[in-house]
């Protein structure tokens, strides 16, 4: 959803949180977003952070 962007977009600048960093399960915010299918995120995550589609989680 669109609020999903933007408490993205506030953590990512304001706390400056790295999207590339992962969970316990080796899982990026990337992954989180396709498993949810927040299309917006990944959108915004694929073209401002150009973050890695071939990152694998622990799974």
Do not use: F
């Amino acid at each position: 959803s669109e609020g999903s962007l933007d408490v993205m977009k506030y953590l990512i600048n304001t706390h400056h949180c790295n999207p590339m960093t992962t969970n316990n399960n080796g899982q990026t915010v990337l992954h989180v977003a396709v498993k949810h299918m927040h299309v917006n995120v990944v959108r915004y995550l694929l073209n401002e952070y150009n973050c890695d589609i071939m990152a694998a989680d622990k799974d």
